[in-house]
C-alpha cells in the first residue's frame, strides 16, 4: 500500500468548501506549512478550522484568514493575530475558544470514539452556558462534547509511505492527537522512508489513521516572538 500523494495541490484538491479540518502545531511550530499554503492558493472557502491558534497576521492560518477563507475557528489563543481579532469583533468570524486542557481532550475523545466527558473546567463561566452540568463526589462538572472533523492536516518529522509517524520535540505538539480525529488525516513529513526504516517502538502515529502522505519542502520555520540580549 502506498499512501503518497504528488505534492500539497493534490492534497487540497480533496478538500471541498465548507469543510471542517483539524490542523496541528503550537503557535508556529509543528504546522503543516505546505498544506496551508496549498490551500490558501486554491482559495477553498468556509472553512471551519480547528487549531491552537491562528498562526500570524501574515503566516500559517492567518493567510487563510486575511484571505477571508475561514468561516469559523475553534481555537483556544487568539493572540499574535489582529486580523483574527478584528474579524471576530466586527463579527464576521465564528469562534468557538475552547480552554486548552478542554481542547486537547476533545480532540482525543473524538479520536477514541468516546461520546463525551465532564470536567471541572470552566463551570460557573460562559463556557458551561447551554451545556449539562453534575455534581460527582461533592464537585461540579461541566460535560464536553467530543471534537472531529472531515480533514486532519499534520506535519511529522519522518513518515514512511504507509503514513507512520514520528515528530520532532515540540513539534509534536497537537499533531499526534489530531492525526486521529479527522476523518481523512493528510500528513506532510520532512522526510520520506521506506516501510520497515522507522522501529516499531519509535512509531507515534501509526499508519492506519493516516490516509495520504506528502514530502513537505522549503519550510520556513518561522518564530513568532524572538528575544535577545541587548
Known sequence: MN??????????????????????????????????????????????????NAGTDDFGIGTLLQARQVKKMVSTYVGENKEFERQFLAGELELDLVPQGTFSERIRAGGAGIGGFFTPTGYGTLAADGKETRVIDGRPFVFEQPLTADFAFVRAWKGDRVGNLVYRRTARNFNPVMATAGRVTIAEVEQLVEPGAIDPDHVITPGIYVKHVLIGARYARRVEKRTVRS
Open 3 to 52: 499512501k503518497v500523494l504528488a505534492g500539497a495541490d493534490e492534497a487540497v484538491a480533496l478538500i471541498p468548501d465548507g469543510a471542517s479540518i483539524l490542523m496541528g502545531g503550537f503557535g508556529l511550530s509543528g504546522i503543516p506549512e505546505n498544506l496551508i499554503q496549498a490551500l490558501h492558493a486554491r482559495g477553498t472557502r468556509n472553512l471551519t478550522i480547528i487549531s491552537n
